[in-house]
């Protein structure tokens, strides 16, 4: 891919608002991971089902998508930093609701789908805020780097979260659940101490409340690009979503146990970090559309090798590849998402971006649990790869105008 570096006088970082914002956003990740694996191994040592991890995917994407609209429709009404900090606090409750019931030893698995439905409330209200916001923190010809910075930084506490959670988790499960209750306290401590603000767009008149809130649906399917970019995405990561069945390959099939699943957990992110570093430096300048469709396709392979992998290096390579394709396709669906919309839309559609983004990991997780238990954990990871190379050939006829993005800096609402 043809790149361009980044100039010192056009570095995002040098933005003070912009580097606590990427502070908060690394903690978050941090904690949600850390999170992830010790719920991730309870329920599973507990029911000894991926089914069960499925459902766990499921009870996290229902109240997301019951919520991500409205939410989308608050962050152009009302100041996005606060939804943030309020967002965050309501998640340390939730890993306080976890932190419960390791301390009493539950070995029942309804409370903690009870626990993740309010925690995928919280993340739907985080997601549109934070993903608007990030333009009004830097000028616009900088935010394709401050993506790619905003990206990688978040894949390296994908990287670190899961390997500290698992480390930690042969102390117990309530100090995972600790940890994370405090960091998303501090999350907040962090987004209060950000200066810049949203606007508050006045409702539009002549409009009816239901017809304000999916205005961002509205935006998105009368853009052809933007629906392309968020669609492949949505199609490939839903059926190549093999990261829900880790925990399935770390004790049945590589038997690695908890720390092993952390460091499987890690290989993605540690792919899409060294990407996304990379990104940021040398900003992808040409053929971004192309690029686009090439990763998400080796996206896929690699999910097929990682399924039928039994060598524990194999699936971390296959892994660490997955995810350094996937920056890819989030670098430029995010860039392309937040510069082809007025910032008068950009909550309503980031909410749109958001539910296709926890349809495509949360819905994915139990469309990869209820797969497994039909076909068993192998053919259904190696099936999903497949899906993904077939939607990828199907999308790339189908959008001629994501194929033929050059230059993302020149897009414009």
Not at 130 to 155: E, G, K, R, Y
Not at 162 to 177: E, T
Not at 236 to 259: E, F, K, S, W
Not at 350 to 358: D, H
Request: charged share 10%.
């Amino acid at each position: 891919m043809d790149a361009t570096p980044a100039t010192a006088n056009s570095n995002a970082l040098a933005h003070r608002d912009f580097r606590r914002f990427l502070v908060a956003a690394f903690l978050a990740i941090l904690a949600t991971q850390i999170q992830s694996v010790a719920v991730g191994w309870q329920i599973y040592s507990i029911a000894r089902t991926p089914l069960a991890l499925g459902y766990a995917g499921l009870f996290q994407f229902l109240p997301m998508m019951a919520c991500t609209i409205p939410a989308g429709h608050l962050a152009d009404r009302f100041d996005r930093r606060m939804i943030l900090v309020v967002s965050n606090l309501c998640s340390g409750i939730a890993s306080g609701g976890f932190l419960i019931l390791a301390l009493i030893g539950t070995t029942t698995i309804w409370p903690f789908y009870v626990v993740l439905a309010l925690f995928g409330a919280a993340r739907a209200f985080a997601g549109p805020a934070s993903q608007s916001f990030v333009p009004l923190l830097v000028p616009q010809d900088q935010f394709p780097q401050a993506v790619a910075w905003a990206s990688s930084t978040s894949q390296v506490a994908v990287i670190a979260g899961p390997a500290i959670g698992g480390a930690i988790y042969i102390l117990g499960p309530a100090v995972d659940y600790g940890v994370c209750m405090t960091l998303f306290v501090t999350i907040a401590i962090v987004m209060m101490g950000i200066r810049s603000r949203s606007a508050r767009y006045e409702a539009q008149p002549d409009t009816t409340v239901f017809e304000r809130i999916t205005a961002g649906i509205a935006y998105v399917w009368r853009k052809p690009l933007i629906l392309g970019a968020l669609s492949l995405d949505l199609f490939a990561v839903l059926l190549g979503g093999a990261t829900a069945l880790l925990p399935v390959y770390a004790r049945d099939i590589l038997h690695v146990g908890p720390l092993g699943l952390g460091v499987l957990r890690s290989a993605p992110a540690l792919g899409a970090a060294m990407l996304g570093i990379a990104l940021g430096q040398r900003a992808l300048s040409r053929r971004a559309g192309r690029a686009m469709f090439a990763c998400v396709a080796i996206f896929g392979i690699a999910t097929i090798v990682f399924g039928v992998s039994q060598n524990i290096l194999l699936s971390l390579a296959a892994l660490f590849v997955l995810g350094a394709s996937d920056m890819v396709s989030v670098y430029v669906r995010t860039t392309l998402t937040q510069l082809a919309t007025p910032d008068a839309m950009r909550g309503r559609v980031s909410a749109v971006n958001r539910l296709f983004v926890g349809a495509s990991n949360e819905l994915g997780e139990f469309e990869s649990g209820v797969t497994a238990t039909w076909f068993g954990t192998v053919p259904a990871v190696v099936i999903g790869g497949v899906g993904t190379l077939v939607i990828v050939a199907v999308w790339y006829r189908m959008f001629p105008s994501l194929r033929e993005v050059d230059r993302l800096s020149e897009v414009t609402p």
